[in-house]
């Protein structure tokens, strides 16, 4: 029964080549669409974090594989953790990540991205697309790497590094520490918590 | 240097204190504990002085007085960052960083205006701690620094020689505006990041890890310019292939 199985997962790639987008150009076009919607939304800009994670989580939530980013933050805790507890995890990791960037983008005021070519060999199935944004308050360009792997539904972003900083590996150290105090499900339960606090919808202004 | 060298033994002596006690187990941070109460006062500070006063000087300059201000100490720290770019042996950098300088001091009207950027000479992020990491020197244990904030050894040593080495220092022989225009300098500083610790406070559950993890990886990556090696990845992270 394993030729089949294996048969099958080997097709799937092909079958899904033909609609596959480019990693650079998918991670372009995202944040094209998503520029032009900050652009010209004044509630956003005014801080409004819902509106904000609403845009998150149609536009740029189904481009990542937060699984994986949740098992790299997790690092050999993941192994340790139940199914059930591992798609807890993936979903309060997601949570608070798109709840951080919801406050991101209402601080978003028209700055230039740059793209840096991509260096890749066809084949590859994991690459990094570069880009660079340009600061209004200061004169040096703040650079954004996407770690992109390729899946049978295309390209799928589970890092991104801003300023060399890992959003995910990141949380690493945190992760482990509460796990070695209150357990796998106290992590959760202090994510769950952290998620609950409320989002002020003036954060950073004022 | 003797007020270094006393400061340098209170940290060891604090250093193997903090040893015996209870540490978070990353071994890049054995004086964790030390480190949290300095994080915690600092922190204590920041919101009681700094963010405060970097909020009113937002409110009350406007945009393109800020944007002046802040070019205008960048392009000061540009002579420093060229010559980090040849002890570094990167010549072709050290030449652009200086022409920089020489560009923004000239049409750029004493630095107020970062004209290098836009005709194609971006701004380098270069000091004495990256160079003594690019000489093959390991940052040794994560230090933070009262009122200056997250740093390692190797940094915070550095920074004693980006101090000296600062035009500022070198430059400006009357005190007060010496100390003035460290002032601004810090206020100026302080308020490009105010949009960078709101987001802190989402995302953090532990904001001393964070900020700490955050700021050795943000280290590393200046010292390999953009590029560092992939790091040993955890044994059990990645499922068999």
């Not at chain 1, 094209?32 to 939304?41: F, I, Q, W, Y």
């Not at chain 2, 040593?157 to 005190?175: H, K, S, T």
Request: proline share 6%; with cysteine.
């Amino acid at each position: 029964m394993k030729i089949p199985f294996f048969f099958l997962l080997a097709c799937l790639p092909l079958l899904a080549e033909a609609q596959t987008i480019a990693p650079d150009a998918l991670v372009k076009t995202i944040t094209d669409e998503v520029a032009a919607v900050l652009k010209k939304d004044k509630d956003i800009q005014a801080g409004d974090t819902r509106k904000a994670g609403d845009l998150i989580e149609t536009k740029i939530v189904p481009h990542f594989d937060f699984t994986r980013m949740a098992r790299i933050a997790m690092a050999r805790n993941w192994r340790a953790a139940t199914p059930e507890q591992q798609k807890e995890l993936t979903a309060e990791f997601k949570t608070l990540l798109v709840r951080t960037y919801s406050t991101a983008l209402t601080n978003y005021r028209d700055q230039e991205i740059d793209y840096k070519p991509l260096r890749a060999k066809p084949e590859d199935t994991e690459v990094t697309v570069k880009s660079e944004v340009k600061q209004s308050g200061s004169s040096q360009p703040v650079p954004i790497d996407y770690e992109m792997e390729k899946t049978p539904n295309g390209w799928k972003v589970y890092d991104v590094k801003v300023d060399g900083v890992s959003l995910v590996t990141t949380y690493r150290d945190t992760f482990a520490s509460e796990v070695r105090e209150k357990g796998i499900d106290g992590l959760i339960k202090s994510l769950a918590a952290k998620n609950r606090e409320p989002q002020s919808p003036k954060a950073g202004k004022s | 240097m003797v007020e270094a060298k006393r400061l340098c033994a209170a940290l060891f002596f604090a250093g193997s204190l903090a040893g015996c006690a209870t540490s978070g187990g990353n071994p890049a941070d054995p004086l964790e504990p030390l480190n949290r109460t300095i994080f915690a006062f600092n922190d204590v500070a920041d919101k009681a002085v700094l963010t405060p006063v970097a909020k009113g000087y937002r409110a009350v300059l406007p945009g393109f007085l800020r944007k002046g201000i802040s070019n205008f100490f960048s392009n000061l720290e540009d002579v420093w960052i060229s010559v980090n770019d040849v002890l570094q042996g990167k010549f072709q950098q050290g030449s652009e960083d200086f022409t920089r300088v020489i560009f923004n001091s000239t049409f750029g009207i004493a630095g107020l205006f970062d004209f290098a950027s836009d005709v194609g000479l971006p701004k380098h992020n270069e000091d004495f701690g990256q160079t003594l990491g690019a000489w093959g020197l390991g940052s040794g244990p994560y230090l933070v620094i009262p009122l200056l904030g997250p740093s390692t050894f190797r940094d915070g040593f550095g920074l004693l020689v980006d101090g000296r080495a600062d035009l500022v220092y070198q430059g400006v022989n009357d005190v007060p505006l010496r100390n003035s225009l460290y002032a601004t300098r810090a206020i100026s500083n302080r308020t490009n990041l105010l949009d960078a610790t709101s987001i802190i406070e989402k995302a953090a559950l532990d904001r001393y890890a964070f900020v700490r993890d955050a700021w050795l990886q943000r280290r590393r990556n200046l010292v390999y310019d953009g590029n560092p090696p992939r790091e040993p990845e955890e044994p059990d992270d990645e499922p068999p292939k």
